[in-house]
């Protein structure tokens, strides 16, 4: 079970990375910031990192 | 995207064209990414005609991040209406009726920073030249903030998940080789159906 939650999870970031980059692109900042798509990209990317820091 | 959340009776003109009664609140149901199509100029999109009669629903599609509309386009929630309407006349769901390959067309998702007020900007079915559909999200009778909430309380929103907003009055048949044209502000695309 663990293992498919943590694929979910990587699924799910990826997604949202997804969105925020075309949020940027588009400059699509009428409902969230620039600063606040960064921010949530950072703490993505983050969560990202510390799946695969466990196997280094 | 993790799914498609889709309104049925969130029109009253729909609703008095369809000749059911009118539900609380517009009823859910969802269609899985492998149903999800989007097209561009010039498309075309098979579908399973050999299933009997296929009914166009016009409808707005919202893009969703942080449970907030991030974008927003225009569709086709298809259904397989003889199907349908037999599985309610026995009381069985309908799901099947609604789930297929390439039930859930969609233009590309705009910004909504590229609609002037896209709540209150029209959007169009024509067939072959010849307007079917017509309304504006202000029509519905859930806000699209209202529908968020009310699918929140019912499924687990995920980040890119699309929602259909249902669909006005006129809806129809397709027939193989139709041309299909979608406007919803910036988004003016034809296709076809065969």
């Known amino acids: 079970m663990e293992k498919f939650r943590i694929q979910h999870d990587i699924k799910n970031i990826l997604e949202r990375l997804k969105i925020m980059m075309t949020m940027l692109t588009e400059e699509n900042f009428d409902v969230f910031s620039k600063e606040e798509i960064l921010k949530d990209a950072d703490e993505d990317l983050e969560k990202l990192k510390e799946f695969f820091n466990?196997?280094? | 995207m993790d799914k498609i959340i889709?309104?049925?009776?969130?029109?009253?003109?729909?609703?008095m064209e369809m000749k059911e009664g009118t539900p609380e609140l517009p009823v859910l149901f969802l269609k899985p990414q492998s149903s999800f199509i989007e097209v561009k100029n010039g498309s075309t999109v098979n579908l399973p005609w050999e299933r009997g009669e296929i009914h166009h629903e016009c409808e707005?599609?919202?893009?969703?991040?942080?449970?907030m509309v991030i974008g927003v386009g225009i569709g086709l929630d298809l259904t397989l209406r003889d199907l349908q309407k037999s599985l309610k006349e026995k009381g069985h769901p309908w799901e099947v009726a609604k789930v297929f390959k390439n039930s859930a067309i969609s233009s590309p998702i705009y910004g909504v920073k590229d609609f002037n007020n896209w709540i209150e900007t029209p959007f169009q079915l024509f067939i072959n030249g010849q307007l079917k559909q017509e309304s504006k999200v202000s029509n519905a009778r859930l806000t699209p903030n209202e529908t968020i909430h009310y699918i929140d309380r019912h499924f687990p929103l995920c980040d890119g998940d699309l929602i259909f907003t249902g669909t006005p009055?006129?809806?129809?048949?397709?027939?193989?080789?139709?041309?299909i044209r979608l406007v919803f502000g910036p988004v003016d695309i034809s296709f076809k159906v065969i």
Do not use: T
């Open chain 2, 6 to 15: 889709c309104l049925g009776k969130n029109y009253a003109d729909h609703i």
């Open chain 2, 169 to 179: 009055s006129g809806v129809g048949p397709l027939k193989p080789n139709d041309e």
């Open chain 1, 54 to 56: 466990k196997y280094q």
């Open chain 2, 60 to 67: 707005v599609i919202l893009k969703l991040y942080k449970k």
